[in-house]
């Protein structure tokens, strides 16, 4: 039977997080939450975006090129939106500046656009004063653990401290990782707690911005 509540959760409570990249028009401007980027490289396969797993990769090995990615956790106050954004490790040197020069990234203003309107255009990332009232940004999420849920990832596969305080509230998913990469590009994907999450990482390599 289902828990009924009139109490909205906690804060720092694990609702799932959306992964935002910059819009083709428009902006993203939001306050950074975490202590610095997390890296990692990516391929585009299978019809979705997953980590590169070298040396024993399954996309490396047919040839698929990776790009590596950077991810911060950031908060929209005006949408009250704690959310994952994601841009190329070209785009993201203005974070690696502001942390060499302030030790950390939590608090960081940025604003990040596209000049030239174009969907896989290059991104531009502007790092602004530090947000003043830390107090009042949420606690970040356990990145990898995040991402490993919008991946579809297997959650067992993470060392435990990506798993404590989040495993009773998540499920853990246990098909392996082949079965989930070879399946053809017109199958639905199998029903996992990652359905919820709209933001999926699907980025085409050949094709997104430097």
Not at 83 to 95: G, L, N, Q, S, Y
Not at 181 to 194: F, L, S, V
Request: aromatic residues 8%.
């Amino acid at each position: 039977m289902p828990t009924w509540s009139t109490e909205l959760p906690t804060p720092g409570k694990h609702m799932g997080f959306e992964l935002h990249r910059t819009p083709m028009t428009g902006s993203i401007q939001a306050v950074i939450t975490c202590e610095n980027i997390l890296v990692c490289d990516t391929h585009y396969f299978g019809g979705r975006t997953i980590p590169c797993e070298r040396p024993d990769c399954l996309a490396c090995r047919e040839a698929v090129p990776y790009r590596t990615h950077c991810y911060v956790s950031a908060y929209d106050h005006k949408r009250r939106d704690h959310f994952i954004f994601e841009c190329t490790a070209h785009a993201a040197k203005p974070f690696a500046e502001q942390f060499q020069s302030a030790g950390t990234l939590r608090g960081c203003i940025f604003h990040a656009t596209r000049p030239k309107g174009l969907k896989n255009s290059k991104v531009c990332i502007e790092t602004n004063t530090t947000f003043k009232s830390n107090s009042q940004l949420p606690e970040p999420p356990n990145l990898i653990l995040a991402l490993s849920v919008i991946w579809r990832l297997p959650l067992t596969g993470l060392a435990i401290e990506h798993q404590r305080f989040h495993a009773p509230e998540l499920h853990t998913l246990r098909e392996p990782l082949d079965a989930m990469r070879n399946q053809p590009d017109n199958m639905p994907d199998p029903p996992t707690i990652a359905d919820i999450l709209r933001g999926n990482g699907q980025l085409n390599p050949h094709k997104a911005p430097a």
